[in-house]
């Protein structure tokens, strides 16, 4: 498990509320019963409050202290149509549409955080990234300066009594990045890094290293780089660079000789989203890495994908660090 206690402090000094779409899921419940126990963050359970209640009590799990909210008999339901209204007057969408819409979790849920009943939101359990993403484009949107949301993974694990951590963007969201989104995945990616406690060192991989490859593929990911070091000149970045290159300080004094990244690069930002998936398994699989994510970038407030095979922990954990982005 990563160490969240700097994370956990900080919500201690400023509490804050997240919203569980899944309210009656067992995972969820028992991940609520820790954060009741902690008392640094509210847990807000979206639900039948009769079906959350029984099914809390039927695995023993004591909740006491969480907020229940049933979209079906929620006293600020109507404003909420009505600012779903507002939100969506572009789109066409009409009350009966905005009923229908906020009747379900992952909308209602999305809404309680736009209208500040919550800080932070953590959906998922049993759906995809997609009903995630969605509702949080359609009423949270991104930030001013952002043109997509993207996603990065915080990669940790133990070696030798010291915690190893590196980020990973972008393996969940976005298919073929352009260079100017690449900057963009770059620049979030690294601001989360640094959340975690890591000194950004940004390495834009592909399979050539400086020009020792040729090719479309190369020449998008060389170009970001080049964009991202004009655009960020205080950043420590580096590209195109391969793998080897980026994290073996014997190979980058062969392939990239005087970078100050190559070899302790620590934010890796992948050309697409096959490498990106595929690179972050490989991590999680193959070298013991333990993956937080995937944590979801550019959005006006921190919104969260949880894996739909997540255990209790990996809720946890993920509750924490959502709720610390806000």
Known sequence: MADLSKMVEALKK??????????????????????????FLQPILVGKKEEI??????????????LIIDPGNYERF??????????????????????????????????????????????GATYSTADTVRPALQLIKTKPENTIV?????????????????????????????????VEIMYESAKCAEIFGIDPKVAFLSYSTLGSGKGDDVTLVANAAAKAKEKYPDMAIEGELQFDAAVSPEVAKTKAKGSKVAGQ?????????????????????????????????????????????????EVYAMAIITAALA
Request: hydrophobic share 40%; aromatic share 6%; net charge negative.
């Open 150 to 182: 993207s996603s990065c993974f915080i990669m940790t694990r133990e070696a030798n009594g010291v915690t190893e951590s590196m980020c990973m963007g972008d393996c969940a969201i976005n298919l073929h990045p352009t260079e100017d989104q690449l």
């Open 265 to 313: 690069a620590n934010v890796f930002v992948f050309p697409d989203i096959n490498a990106g998936n595929i690179g972050y398994k490989i991590a999680q699989r193959c070298g013991n890495y333990e993956a937080f994510g995937p944590i979801l970038l550019g959005l006006n407030a921190p919104i969260n994908d949880l894996s739909r095979g997540c255990v209790a922990d």
């Open 14 to 39: 400023s509490p804050k509320k997240i919203v569980f779409t899944e309210g009656s899921d067992e995972r969820i419940l028992e991940a609520t019963e820790r954060l009741c126990e902690d008392s």
């Open 78 to 123: 109507d404003e909420m149509v009505d600012e779903f209204v507002e939100l969506r007057k572009k789109k066409g969408v009409t009350k009966e549409d905005a009923t229908k819409m906020l009747s379900q979790p992952n909308y209602f849920g999305t809404m309680l955080v736009k209208i500040g009943v919550a800080d932070a939101l953590l959906g």
């Open 53 to 66: 209640i029984e099914a809390a009590k039927e695995r023993g799990f004591i909740i006491d202290k969480a």
